[in-house]
């Protein structure tokens, strides 16, 4: 087998091709039309000319998120999503259990500039029963017995649905009612009833 070289132009234009290609690859890494965005436009949140809100979820069960009346998405315990391109405007926000419909949280949000906005929708109401009264208590709520509560003692009623809450508390020795009231849940924050 015999080898053979060959001297010449052939080098001059390896070299040249290999520049080209070096320049291309330098040029075209700048251009986003052909390598995509870079690494820190891809969120669209440094837009400035748009309004969102971002939904967090704290309620304890997956809810559907609803402005203005349309359905926007569902939003799963402990997440957050964002409702994107709102309009210079009052927003009205509620917070459903998709299996019944019911509003477990609303909000109105206006919106005055293109900018984050935010809403957390926590979880349900409680209510915080005290016992001052001076002897042990059996608590109810809309008729249902919850727990009995000795003097001193406080207890909370979990998860209380919206609406006109009825809360008695009856003397445990002689069945006697002592105290009564109506609290109105109508926001996921927590309640409180003093018994003396």
Known sequence: MKLIKH?????????????????????????????GPKSDDTDDDDDDDIARILVYNQYG???????????????AN?????????????HDLEA???ASGAVVDS??????AYTDYSWTIDDAPDINVVNSYGSTLKIYMDGKYMFDLVNEENRWIMNVAFGSRFLKA??????????????????????SWTIE
Do not use: W
């Open 78 to 90: 402990e997440e957050d999503a964002k409702i994107r391109g709102m309009s210079l405007d009052e």
């Open 7 to 35: 001297h010449g132009s052939g080098l001059p234009a390896r070299a040249g091709v290999l520049a080209l290609i070096g320049f291309l690859v330098l040029f075209l890494s700048a251009c986003e039309s052909i390598f």
């Open 61 to 75: 069960e997956t809810l559907d998120i609803y402005m203005d009346g349309s359905y926007q998405f569902s939003l």
């Open 107 to 112: 909000e109105t949000i206006d919106v005055t």
């Open 96 to 98: 459903k259990v998709p």
């Open 170 to 191: 009856d003397r445990a020795s002689d069945a006697k009612e002592v105290a009564s009231t109506t609290i109105s849940v109508t926001a996921n924050k927590d309640y």
